[in-house]
């Protein structure tokens, strides 16, 4: 069962234009949702997060927005550039006494940006 | 420069071995989590400890073992049980509390001879 879904396996965009990566999710309990980065042989890093109290989060070239309705969230990267060309990951949790300690990946989405 | 220290970052393990991956992280978090990541899929939770002396099982702990004897280090054993081994490896950590996102090491590779 893929509680985190990111049906797009790879996406390719011109250098400057504005990229889009897509990702849906089924469990109504997750209320924190991160996007991550990947480079070949090395660990995922940390971009920007959302809680379900917000529909909207900025950083820099980095905006993620969420539709809880939809259970839906995007990553908008603007303008792209050559050193966005990754795999970025989407990743969800359902907060606990503790905290969000399990977190739940979507397969991923490559990005290609063209120069 | 604080972060996430995995070794070795390539691994070669032979039929009936057990082997011990090493995560150490200098970040002071409480919370430190073990993925496995195969070809064409998102990361899986293995393990995770919230505090030392304590872990939890992920969705898939079989054949895999762990221990937390101190706040900085979280090592992860593959066992000889453990029936598809080869993956990547990955190690996290967080602070403790809502909406504290993970941060992770760069790995270990894990190939069977």
């Known amino acids: 069962d893929q509680q985190v879904k990111q049906n797009s396996p790879s996406l390719s965009v011109q250098e400057g234009r504005i990229s889009i990566l897509n990702c849906d999710y089924t469990n109504s309990m997750f209320d924190y949702f991160l996007w991550y980065k990947k480079y070949p042989a090395e660990g995922p890093t940390f971009l920007i997060s959302?809680?379900?109290?917000?529909d909207k989060n900025e950083d820099g070239r980095f905006t993620v927005f969420l539709n809880k309705s939809a259970k839906h969230l995007s990553l908008h990267i603007v303008p792209s550039q050559p050193g966005d060309s990754a795999v970025y990951f989407c990743?969800?949790?359902?907060?606990?006494?503790?905290?969000?300690?399990?977190?739940?990946f979507g397969t991923g989405t490559r990005l290609t940006i063209i120069p | 420069d604080g972060g996430i220290t995995q070794s070795p970052k390539y691994l070669f393990r032979k039929e009936g071995q057990n082997v011990t991956l090493s995560c150490e992280q200098n970040?002071?978090?409480?919370?430190m989590y073990w993925y496995r990541q195969d070809p064409g899929q998102g990361l899986r939770l293995i393990y995770y400890s919230q505090i030392v002396n304590d872990f939890q099982k992920g969705d898939i702990a079989e054949g895999y073992s762990v221990s937390r004897e101190k706040k900085e280090s979280f090592p992860l054993t593959v066992t000889s049980a453990q029936k598809n081994p080869t993956a990547f490896y990955l190690c996290a950590s967080s602070r403790q509390g809502l909406y504290q996102p993970q941060h992770f090491g760069d790995g270990t590779r894990l190939s069977i001879l």
């Open positions: 959302i809680s379900s109290i917000k």
């Open positions: 990743a969800a949790s359902a907060g606990s006494n503790f905290g969000n300690e399990k977190l739940t």
């Open positions: 970040l002071n978090h409480d919370a």
